[in-house]
């Protein structure tokens, strides 16, 4: 897999737990832990996404 399409694919992680994120946010049944824990997903992806971005 060469950087620029693994790159892609990370972004596409990122913006489908964006999306997961603010649909849970909106339900009033939400689970606040699993908000959380998708938010660190999505945290721990950009980063990632920076460092390869860098080299």
């Known amino acids: 897999m060469s950087l620029s399409s693994h790159l892609q694919e990370l972004k596409k992680k990122h913006q489908n737990l964006s999306e ?6 909106r339900s009033p049944a939400s689970d606040d832990l ?18 390869l971005s860098a080299h």
Not at 34 to 51: N, P, V
């Open 20 to 25: 997961n994120v603010e649909v849970m946010q």
């Open 34 to 51: 699993e908000i959380a824990k998708l938010k660190k997903q999505k945290l721990m992806l950009k980063e990632e996404i920076s460092k």
